[in-house]
């Protein structure tokens, strides 16, 4: 199970910082990543990173703004979100899986909504 907290409304340019927490053992050992739906969208891809912390990737167009990060020791993956945008705003998952298609991820968090306003 995958609970997430964080999120909210701010403003352009302002940041947030998403939590997922994982349940149960294992977790060092699940390649975790984010994505993020608009209404009436399909789930995309935003960041990753590998279980080791080394990988990460990064779609474009947040690169340079965003921060996944992890630890391990507390089950825990967390989105760093900087200069936000209002084209930022949507519902964002935490996921388990590998890849960049929302399919290949098998376990979901609820889902957190950030909206920014301009």
């Known amino acids: 199970q995958l609970v997430q907290s964080g999120g909210g409304l701010v403003q352009a340019g302002d940041s947030l910082r998403l939590t997922c927490v994982a349940s149960g053992s294992s977790f060092n050992t699940y390649r975790m990543a984010w994505f993020r739906q608009y209404p009436g969208k399909e789930r995309e891809f935003v960041a990753t990173?590998?279980?080791?912390?080394?990988?990460?990737y990064y779609t474009e167009s947040v690169r340079g703004r965003f921060t996944a990060s992890r630890d391990n020791a507390k089950n825990s993956m967390y989105l760093q979100m900087t200069g936000l945008k209002s084209e930022d705003t949507a519902v964002y998952y935490c996921a388990r899986g590998n890849g960049l298609e929302a399919a290949k991820y098998d376990i979901w968090g609820q889902g957190t909504q950030v909206t920014v306003s301009t």
């Open positions: 990173r590998s279980r080791s912390g080394s990988s990460i």
